[in-house]
Each structure stands twice: as C-alpha cells, then as structure tokens.
C-alpha cells in the first residue's frame, strides 16, 4: 500500500432520504453526526414509517433535485411513472424547504404521486440515518465502485446511485474502505482532512441495490452473484468477524464529538489513526 494516496475523491449527501444525491464539494459535519442536508428530510406514511426504497419502489420514479441556497426542492416523475400511472402523475413542482408551509406543499405533491398520506418531516441536527447506532456518513473508495461494476457490467455512476454512499476515497485499491473497520469489540480512528471519524462496520445492505436507480428495473440473482464475488474478493484486511454474510460493502461510521463543526473538503488526506475498543455496534 506504499503507492496509494488516500484522499477525499467526492462527496454526495442525500436531501431527502432516498431521493436523488446531491453532489458537493464541501460539507459540514453536524452535531448528531450526519453532514450539512444529509438526509435531513424523510418521508413518512400516517403510520410513520419511512417511504423508502426498502418499502416502496416507486420512489426510483422520483426526480429530485435540491438547491442548498434557498432550501428549494424540485419534484419531478420520471418519464416512466408518468406513462404508467392510470390518471396520470402530478405536474413538476418547486417548493421552498425553509418553512413549514413548503414542507407541507412537497408532502402533498408526494402524496398524490404514491396515492396515500405522507409527511416530509425535518431533522437539522444531523438528519435521518440508515443506522441510529453509527450514524456519521458511510463510505467507499471509487475503485470498489468499479469493481462491482464490473461485476454486474454496470457503470461506476450507476452503482454510486445504488449504494448511496456519502463519502468516496480516490487513490486506493478497491475494497480499502475495509481497512477502517476492526472486530465487533473495536472501532478504527481514520481522519479525513480535520475531522476524526470512528469506522464501526460493513453496512449490511437490502434490495435497494439490485435496482436501477431510475427506473427501479431489478437484476435478477443481484444478491446471490455479490454474495459470491464479495467473498471471492474480500481482502485479507477485512475482519472476518463481520462477515456471517457477504451482501456488505462500504464502511458505516461513527462521529466522535471533537469532529462537529469541522469542515470536509473534497481532497482531503485520509490518514487510519488506530485500532480503540468500545464500538457501538457490538
């Protein structure tokens, strides 16, 4: 490993939880540890559980875009949601996130495209997770991205959007990212740039990734093919312990309190501190 250059190669935070990324250049670390707008909105049905890709496909039929300047949120169905909707899905509509009466617009925007009562609920502290127990932001390296690209014959972008990792490392070899994970006892202290972040464990993953991202087409045999080469190529720095299944990749975090309010910045070095006990998954 004396050749790689570990660096911060992207950022991508997710407005909405499960709608569409949002790249960045810069991003802020929170108090609950989530970045600046990672997932800081949900969507929630009347029983208040998440609308999200692991309960609702019909959310790859969702084009979202999200302006940080003004809080403003696009909402778009994809051509494909339009043609089979049978009375047709709502017309394109800008809402501003930054009152409750936006909010309120964009819930029922999204009510009408999934055809019952949701709510756009907001957290500012850090957002909504995936994972309440190490809840900082996941990570991956590019080179995994093509790896399993290659896998499946599918573009870098398009397993990006499947995985929907946060943060990306350039200039290492694919499946790094496992060297900031340790057993279920420890944690692994990695810094990006000025922040200090505890790597906790693989993310297991759902069918989510099986999917195309927009069209939410599925790969028949997705898991069991990953299952298969994910244990084919598992290097030998990834801790064994984690590994009761295969159907993991990227790197799920936890944000010590000496990290909020620091700044990431794509470019950022990626320096592994040590091994500590104490991790929260265990």
């Not at 875009?65 to 049978?86: I, K, Y």
């Not at 127990?133 to 991205?145: N, R």
């Not at 195309?212 to 093919?225: K, L, S, V």
Request: glycine fraction near 8%; hydrophobic fraction near 35%.
């Amino acid at each position: 490993m004396t050749d790689a250059d570990p660096h911060l190669a992207g950022i991508r935070v997710y407005p909405v939880k499960s709608l569409d990324p949002d790249a960045r250049t810069r991003a802020r670390v929170l108090a609950d540890g989530g970045l600046t707008h990672d997932r800081a909105y949900a969507i929630r049905d009347a029983d208040g559980r998440y609308v999200n890709g692991k309960r609702e496909p019909a959310v790859h039929g969702i084009d979202a875009t999200f302006d940080p300047a003004d809080h403003a949120l696009a909402l778009r169905a994809r051509s494909h949601a339009r043609e089979s909707g049978s009375e047709g899905a709502p017309s394109a509509v800008t809402v501003s996130l930054a009152d409750e009466s936006g909010r309120d617009a964009a819930a029922d925007w999204l009510s009408t495209y999934f055809g019952y009562p949701v709510t756009l609920d907001h957290d500012g502290t850090g957002g909504f997770p995936d994972d309440t127990t190490a809840h900082g932001p996941t990570v991956v390296s590019t080179a995994t991205l093509d790896a399993v690209g290659d896998w499946f014959g599918l573009g870098t972008e398009s397993v990006r959007r499947r995985f929907r990792p946060t943060l990306e490392i350039g200039g290492v070899p694919a499946f790094w990212e496992d060297r900031l994970y340790a057993d279920r006892e420890h944690v692994v202290r990695f810094r990006i740039g000025d922040a200090e972040f505890y790597g906790t464990n693989p993310c297991s993953r759902c069918a989510v990734p099986s999917r195309d991202p927009e069209t939410g087409d599925a790969i028949e045999g997705f898991r069991e093919t990953f299952v298969e080469r994910r244990a084919a190529t598992r290097p030998a720095w990834a801790d064994e312990a984690w590994f009761d299944h295969h159907y993991r990749l990227a790197v799920n975090t936890a944000v010590p309190e000496k990290a909020v309010d620091t700044t990431l910045t794509v470019g950022d070095t990626v320096t592994v501190l040590d091994t500590e006990a104490g991790n929260p998954q265990s």
